[in-house]
């Protein structure tokens, strides 16, 4: 068996000025990038990495090593993005490897028609990331009720408790219309939208509680009056923060892991 295997992060067109582009570009573990052709204008971005590190069972393993997938998603994001600037990409999962080249040339020829359609709903647009929280301690609190001598200590804590809740209620009510004024921006200026789960736990870095997690497939002219937009859906909503990232390219709108053939490898 090959002590290399062929890394490939996502499919493009190729061109004469791409190729000379690749040249200085360093893909994963500094890897060279290079392109494999179907010969007939579509090529895939692609890299040799040891086996011993990207074989089935040895992947599985590595993909438990944080700062080891941290440093492979660095570079898979870097190529793509650095191709992206230039022509359109169509991003694959991350840590998508075959057996070989030709293998993986087998692959595109395989699914030239589903990449050739999706190379071209992407082609002029990016995506861009739109985050919504809630955070109901930013919002200024309501004014106390009224005391009461006559409640017992157990009263006034559920009281308490009711006011509390009033208060977290009023953050998400103003958040749904952040949402919506945000979904209105997408209407007008994006010509996709992806959901995604909201994020939680380790992956909830940020202050508040994440609500809305989506990304917006947007033409490269539309982008800066959607940025725009979407930035003002949450003027005057006291506990609400909109988080926006972006331009990316589209990975939230390229092929899911069905679609890519039998490559081995693990989501982003």
């Known amino acids: 068996m090959s002590d290399l295997m062929t ?54 393993r590595r993909l438990e090593d944080l700062d080891w997938l941290s440093a492979v998603a660095r570079a898979h994001h870097g190529v793509v993005e650095a191709v992206a600037a230039y022509t359109t990409v169509l991003p694959l999962r991350l840590a998508t490897v075959y057996l070989d080249d030709t293998r993986a040339r087998e692959v595109l020829e395989a699914g030239r028609e589903l990449f050739t359609d999706r190379l071209a709903r992407l082609a ?21 009720a009224p005391a009461d001598t006559q409640l017992s200590p157990g009263r006034s804590y559920l009281r308490g408790r009711r006011q509390q809740q ?70 005057g909503l006291a ?11 589209p990975y939230s709108f390229a092929m899911g892991p069905e679609e890519t053939g039998d490559a081995a490898g693990a989501g982003p």
């Open 239 to 249: 506990g609400v923060r909109v988080e926006i990232t972006g331009p990316w390219a």
């Open 7 to 60: 890394y490939v992060y996502g499919v493009t067109r190729t061109d004469d000025a791409l190729a000379e582009r690749l040249a200085a570009l360093e893909g994963v573990v500094g890897a060279p990038v290079h392109l494999i052709s179907d010969g007939n204008g579509l090529a895939l971005l692609a890299s040799s990495v040891p086996a011993e590190d990207f074989r089935e069972e040895a992947l599985r």
């Open 166 to 235: 009033r208060h977290r209620d009023t953050a998400h009510q103003a958040a749904r219309r952040a949402a919506e004024g945000i979904e209105a921006a997408g209407r007008a200026y994006a010509s996709e939208r992806a959901r995604h789960r909201v994020q939680q736990g380790a992956l909830a870095e940020a202050a508040g509680e994440n609500v809305v997690n989506d990304a917006y497939l947007v033409p490269l002219e539309r982008g800066e009056a959607f940025r725009a937009e979407v930035a003002r859906a949450a003027d």
């Open 124 to 144: 002029g647009h990016v995506e861009w990331g739109v985050k919504v929280y809630v955070d109901p301690s930013a919002a200024p609190e309501p004014p106390p």
